[in-house]
């Protein structure tokens, strides 16, 4: 299975330490495998609000925590991993067919998506049994 839950993984990113502050920097193809064609965030998320609920047919993403913390919970249809994202050096790389949902978020917090290609929605699989079935099929 070319996407698979094992693809998916912490990258620490380069960190610039100074006594006026530090400095992390991202070159897609260089510390990410993907060119960046998108960025987004997302902020003000109320207390206990889920995000994510879906997975995409070629979309990466590279998800950072630039304030505060939640939590991702990957699955690819036979296992589930929770990851902890708190560090703004830190970025989940998550990789194509793999469904995700975000929760946990702390009071203040910022979730960056680094994505590798513009928003097209005919990209998603927004239903978990419909994912299921096309994760099935690639098999």
């Known amino acids: 299975m070319p996407f698979s839950l094992q693809a998916c993984r912490i990258i620490e990113l380069p960190k610039i330490h ?3 502050g530090n400095l992390t920097f991202v070159e897609g193809g260089n510390h990410i495998p993907f060119d960046i064609r998108r960025v ?4 003000d998320v109320p207390g ?16 950072v925590a630039m ?11 036979d296992e589930k991993k929770r990851f902890h994202l708190n560090r703004s050096y830190y970025g989940l790389y998550v990789c194509p067919m793999i469904w995700r949902e975000l929760d946990n978020f702390s009071s203040g917090s910022v979730c960056l998506v680094l994505a ?24």
């Open 18 to 20: 100074e006594p006026r």
């Open 40 to 43: 987004y965030y997302l902020y």
């Open 48 to 63: 206990g609000a889920e995000r994510g609920g879906h997975a995409h047919k070629a979309l990466h993403q590279l998800i």
């Open 67 to 77: 304030s505060g913390s939640f939590d991702v919970v990957l699955d690819d249809g």
């Open 116 to 139: 590798s290609n513009l928003y097209e929605e005919s990209d998603y699989y927004r239903e978990y049994d419909e994912y299921i079935s096309a994760r099935t099929s690639i098999r």
